[in-house]
């Protein structure tokens, strides 16, 4: 098998100058499933262990990186992000990772979970690569649907105002506005959930607020006035977006945003 086609010496250009040796040598692998005992693994502290394949002069990295992309072409992302991160191909790591995370944002159940894991795990070691800012971003974005599913309201509002994705004063929507323009498609995907949460996390806060209202004329404390006036910049941002979000978004955001215009 593996042995028989190292031995047979195939050197050969195919194709785009793809090296057949090392298309042959990937066929083979893939047919075989057997990735950890052929191509090496990854160890807990990220090291490589060596597989069947490194006891030969091949390029290895090309070799690898043939069955990932065969693996990507399939749908079978996590497979393919274990072998390209096996070749030290972080920038395809991450362009697989932000895809999934954004498809997977409001999710809510183990595959949300099971994506956001990944790749917090590959995050330790996806260092100097150009889609990191947008990878980190994108977790920091788990971390506050994780915080406004847990009912930690304050906390998940404290998270987007420090990520600045989203103005709550009049005077930051223009540049909200210049920053969402640079977001690539997958954070631009994420935006409308993002919206509808806010209005939700200000929604709640604004009725305990007014609950808990001790003005003698029935009017509303200073901490109700804040948040009525906070949820009006989330709504202006929300129709000045050049981007157009699905139908309903507009429709749970007026909801929400009902009983905290008067």
């Known amino acids: 098998s593996l042995e028989r086609l190292v031995s047979s010496g195939i050197n050969a250009e195919y194709g785009e100058g793809e090296d057949m040796f090392a298309v ?5 692998i893939q047919e075989s499933k057997e990735y950890r005992t052929l191509l090496g693994y990854l160890d807990s502290a990220g090291r490589k262990t060596k597989g069947a394949i490194d006891r030969f002069n091949v390029n290895h990295s ?11 072409k399939r749908g079978c992302w996590e497979e393919a992000v274990t072998l390209y991160e096996l070749a030290s191909n972080y920038e395809k790591v991450l362009e697989i990772l932000i895809e999934e995370l954004s498809r997977r944002f409001m999710s809510n159940d183990k595959g949300h979970e099971h994506v956001h894991q990944i790749a917090c795990d590959v995050e330790k070691r996806a260092h100097h690569v150009a889609l990191r800012k947008q990878f980190l971003l994108l977790l920091d974005l788990y971390q506050f649907h994780n ?4 009912g930690k309201l304050e ?3 404290d ?3 420090k990520l600045q994705l989203v103005p709550l004063t009049q005077d930051a929507i223009s540049h909200r506005i210049q920053g969402f323009k640079s977001f690539s498609d997958e954070l631009r995907r994420c935006v409308p959930d993002i919206l509808i949460m806010v209005m939700s996390i200000l929604n709640k806060m604004y009725r ?3 609950q808990n209202s001790t003005s003698f004329y029935g009017g509303q404390n200073k901490q109700a006035q804040q948040i009525r006036d906070q949820a009006k910049v989330v709504m202006r941002f929300a129709g000045m977006l050049p981007y157009s979000m699905p139908g309903d978004t507009h429709a749970q955001l007026s909801l929400l945003d009902a009983p905290m215009r008067y």
């Open 24 to 28: 042959c040598i990937a066929d083979l």
């Open 62 to 72: 090309l070799i690898i990186c043939t069955v990932a992309e065969a693996a990507e």
């Open 147 to 150: 915080l406004y599913h847990a």
């Open 155 to 157: 906390e998940a509002l």
């Open 159 to 161: 998270v987007i105002t």
């Open 208 to 210: 305990g607020a007014s």
